[in-house]
């Protein structure tokens, strides 16, 4: 089922986020993805309040290191970073936000 899911091509990121999801059933891969996140946003919201803008090029570091590791090490799975780029960039915003409100369990 996870070959097919890889090898469709998803019009709307409502049909990809079940995907993404599935591709996050572990706990510590979730929980990495959340402090990733939540420190990408930190960073972003420093450097424009303080003007030290250089801090943006580490947003990337931050953001996806935490998230491979969580893929690599803990989840065992490619990340679909590399196949949805764009969709996987908004699942990582849209699922630390249904973390926040508990529709998704750390």
Same mark, same amino acid.
């Given at each position: @089922?996870? &070959? %097919?899911? @890889? ?24 929980? *990495?993805?959340?402090? +990733?996140?939540?420190?990408? %946003? +930190?960073?972003? &919201?420093?450097? *424009?309040?303080?003007?030290?803008? &250089?801090? %943006? ?6 953001? #996806?290191?935490?998230?491979?590791? +969580? ?12 196949? #949805?780029?764009?969709?996987? %960039?908004?699942?990582?915003?849209? @699922?630390?936000?249904? @973390? *926040? &409100? ?5």
């Amino acid at each position: @089922m996870i &070959i %097919l899911a @890889m090898a469709e091509r998803y019009q709307t990121f409502r049909e990809f986020y079940p995907f993404y999801l599935s591709e996050h059933e572990n706990r510590p891969n979730r929980w *990495l993805h959340f402090v +990733g996140t939540g420190s990408v %946003l +930190g960073i972003f &919201i420093f450097a *424009l309040l303080s003007g030290q803008l &250089i801090y %943006l090029w580490c947003l990337p570091l931050v953001g #996806y290191g935490f998230a491979w590791v +969580g893929h690599f090490f803990f989840e065992k799975n490619k990340p679909a970073t590399f196949q #949805y780029p764009f969709y996987s %960039l908004i699942g990582d915003f849209v @699922m630390f936000k249904d @973390m *926040l &409100i508990g529709r998704v369990k750390f």
